[in-house]
T-cell receptor
Framework: EDQVTQSPEALRLQEGESSSLNCSYT??????LFWYRQDPGKGPEFLFT???AGEEKEKERLKATLTKKESFLHITAPKPEDSATYLC??????????FGQGTTLQVKP | GAVVSQHPSWVICKSGTSVKIECRSL??????MFWYRQFPKQSLMLMAT?????????EQGVEKDKFLINHASLTLSTLTVTSAHPEDSSFYIC????????????FGPGTRLTVT
């Protein structure tokens, strides 16, 4: 069964304290792995798409990496404005996105 | 870019009435759009897949007669909640896939529906 698991569920960091979020997936034939950011009361905002193991993408303080079983979202020197819920998702066999439960990040000044 | 808009951003309606939510892809064409529902502190729950010019495909447990979906053009899909009840109150989010692409979904900002 296709499955996506994110950890930790919640993460509190001090401003400037780097860390990583994990997304483990089980899917028959990876068709891409997507990272989104969601702020309270808003729709998910697209961040990255990764297609193959070893691929990396960066945007400001965020870097996403991919292996054959998991993806990491590395946050370097986070700022309070990075506080949000981060979602990862993969397309299942039917093409529908399978979402993890998300990691809620809080960055304190 | 890949911008998706929703209208309205929030709506309050009385029990028994119907409400329509619009989802538009502003700078791209979208053959396929999706409608999700999200409860507080939970992940997105797919309600239905909408393909331009054809009937929507609903997920198991979603009442198709209650949640009417129309995808009349390559840039517009609508969700109508008919005979709304308080339990329909939720955050509804649409997404769209660019025509020619397969899986990458771009999401709208969401619509908060409150049924009184």
């Amino acid at each position: 069964e296709d499955q996506v698991t994110q950890s930790p569920e919640a993460l509190r960091l001090q401003e400037g304290e780097s860390s990583s979020l994990n997304c483990s997936y089980t899917v028959s034939g990876l068709r891409g792995l997507f990272w989104y950011r969601q702020d309270p009361g808003k729709g998910p905002e697209f961040l990255f798409t990764l297609y193959s193991a070893g691929e990396e993408k960066e945007k400001e303080r965020l870097k996403a990496t991919l292996t054959k079983k998991e993806s990491f979202l590395h946050i370097t020197a986070p700022k309070p404005e990075d506080s949000a819920t981060y979602l990862c998702a993969v397309p299942g066999n039917t093409g529908k996105l399978i979402f993890g439960q998300g990691t809620t990040l809080q960055v304190k000044p | 870019g890949a911008v998706v808009s929703q209208h309205p951003s929030w709506v309050i309606c009385k029990s028994g009435t119907s409400v329509k939510i619009e989802c538009r892809s502003l700078d791209f064409q979208a053959t396929t759009m999706f409608w999700y529902r999200q409860f507080p502190k939970q992940s997105l729950m797919l309600m239905a897949t909408s393909n331009e010019g054809s009937k929507a495909t609903y997920e198991q447990g979603v009442e198709k007669d209650k949640f009417l979906i129309n995808h009349a053009s390559l840039t517009l899909s609508t969700l109508t909640v008919t005979s709304a009840h308080p339990e329909d109150s939720s955050f509804y989010i649409c997404s769209a896939i660019k025509t020619g692409e397969r899986f990458e979904q771009y999401f709208g900002p969401g619509t908060r529906l409150t049924v009184t």
